[in-house]
Nanobody, 122 residues
């Protein structure tokens, strides 16, 4: 199995910043894209940002210019720096990784973390 563990959520006032971290562990062969999704109450899960193995990021329009995704391939980690937070950013944030594991490195599956709650007060 591949486990993803997120950290860094919490309560922050509007305009503030938070940094989310996610580390993947297990018998990992390779990881392609890593990303962050979020789900607010009453809404479907949506993509926030994704980063390829070579570091190319893509962002949802709603977070462009405010959030920055980065990764550390040596440590199987992905981060999300969130600045200028707004109340509408309040959600559970989930880490995602497209990863394969030994002994079958060619088969990639989507893996999810347990989620970390981000609450932005107005």
């Amino acid at each position: 199995q591949v486990q993803l563990v997120e950290s860094g959520g919490g309560l922050v006032q509007a305009g503030g910043s938070l940094r989310l971290s996610c580390v993947a562990s297990g018998i990992i062969a390779s990881i392609n894209d890593m990303g962050w999704y979020r789900q607010a109450p009453g809404h479907e899960r949506e993509l926030v940002a994704v980063i390829s193995r070579n570091g190319n990021p893509n962002y949802a329009d709603s977070v462009k210019g405010r959030f920055t995704i980065s990764r550390d391939n040596a440590n199987n980690a992905v981060y999300l720096q969130m600045n200028s937070l707004k109340p509408e950013d309040t959600a559970v944030y989930y880490c995602n990784a497209d990863a394969s594991r030994w002994p079958d490195p060619s088969r990639h599956f989507q893996h999810w973390g347990q989620g970390t709650l981000v609450t932005v007060s107005s």
